[in-house]
């Protein structure tokens, strides 16, 4: 089963507005990584936040990490069309052994210009 | 350029027929895996691997086998294709084996279907 949920399923805002797309997740985790995937390609890698973070920004994104509640939320400031795309939340499992990464079903964004 | 190259980007399969879908890094990279992604299902780990000659099963192995025979390589092959492996599948690979570092670097795809 999947380890992350993520909510919302789908955003749609206007450019210039700031993105928050959040996400559970079940069991400790080594760490928690959000991922970007544009129309019909890869995904790329966006920003790694450790079990023991509580925030972390990069850029226009700010991550933050609640261990006690199993959750996370990306924030995107200040979006562009460009940000239009599927955001997934992933966790490696902090379980001996575990060397994976498990995806959360993905938050789909539209920009509106 | 350095990255992950997955070979067919498209393929189409008979039921019953068994392919192999190719994947290749060329950044050193211990750690290799690949992904299925269905719609409104994210992606599930099908198989990884932590080093050459070391693989092991993910969250839906059923129905496919690996090998990882030298670092750069790591094939995934369909034996008996079904409909219900009609999906895109997605190779990745990462630095270390813990995944604490940058993350995972994906290829671009492959999307296959199966008649």
């Known amino acids: 089963s999947q380890q992350g949920e993520e909510d919302p399923q789908a955003l749609s805002i206007q450019e210039g507005e700031n993105a928050t797309m959040n996400c559970s997740y079940k069991?400790?985790?080594?760490?928690l990584q959000w991922y970007r995937q544009n129309s019909g390609r890869g995904l790329v890698h966006l920003i790694l936040?450790?079990?023991?973070?509580r925030e972390k920004h990069s850029g226009r994104l700010r991550v933050t990490l609640d261990t006690s509640k199993k959750s996370s939320s990306l924030l995107i400031t200040a979006s562009r069309a460009a940000d239009t795309a599927s955001y997934f939340c992933a966790t490696v499992p902090a379980i001996q052994g575990a060397q994976k990464l498990v995806f959360g079903q993905g938050t789909r964004l539209t920009i509106n210009p | 350029n350095a990255g992950v190259t997955q070979t067919p980007k498209f393929q189409v399969l008979k039921t019953g027929q068994s392919m192999t879908l190719q994947c290749a890094q060329d950044m050193n990279h211990e750690y290799m895996s690949w992904y299925r992604q269905d719609p409104g299902m994210g992606l599930r780990l099908i198989h990884y691997s932590v080093g050459a000659g070391i693989t092991d099963q993910g969250e839906v192995p059923n129905g496919y086998n690996v090998s990882r025979s030298t670092t750069e390589d790591f094939p995934l092959r369909l034996l008996s294709a079904a409909p219900s492996q009609t999906s895109v599948y997605f190779c990745?690979?990462?630095?270390?084996?813990?995944?604490?570092?940058?993350?995972?670097?994906f290829g671009q795809g492959t999307r296959l279907t199966v008649v």
């Open positions: 990745a690979s990462s630095y270390t084996r813990a995944l604490t570092g940058n993350g995972a670097f």
């Open positions: 936040i450790r079990s023991n973070e």
């Open positions: 069991t400790s985790i080594n760490n």
